[in-house]
């Protein structure tokens, strides 16, 4: 996939970030960096480079002024719906390899798989609580 994403000149991680802010408009970093499993300082270098490209903006919340909101802009929209098009070729070879119902089961493992994952390393709530940066 990255050899697929060379071409738009973003850092590794940033199609993830993109489209994850792009499903999640508002999410704060520490949701996106645990959403995507990465460390929270590689998030932050991820944003600051895509809000220095602008295709992602950060606001400060206005409940918790240590949160920051994250949104794509029009320019962040447009570039991830370029970037769908490499990326859903790197996977052809898959889907054309599998039926319908083996694809199907494979992501509903794949799933489950990440859904134990991310149960077992889920922080404490009173983590949770401080983190809600």
Do not use: W
């Amino acid at each position: 996939m990255v050899t697929a994403l060379l071409p738009f000149g973003l850092r590794s991680g940033a199609f993830s970030t993109l489209a994850m802010i792009s499903a999640n408009p508002g999410c704060s970093q520490n949701q996106l960096a645990r959403s995507l499993g990465m460390d929270k300082s590689a998030v932050v270098a991820i944003i600051d480079e895509l809000e220095a490209r602008g295709l992602a903006s950060r606001e400060r919340g206005t409940h918790d002024r240590r949160r920051h909101a994250l949104t794509l802009t029009p320019d962040g929209e447009a570039m991830i719906q370029r970037m769908y098009g490499p990326v859903s070729e790197v996977g052809a070879p898959i889907r054309k390899a599998l039926t319908t119902q083996e694809l199907e089961q494979m992501l509903s493992l794949l799933g489950r798989a990440y859904r134990a994952l991310a149960q077992e390393n889920a922080p404490s709530p009173k983590a949770t609580e401080r983190e809600q940066v």
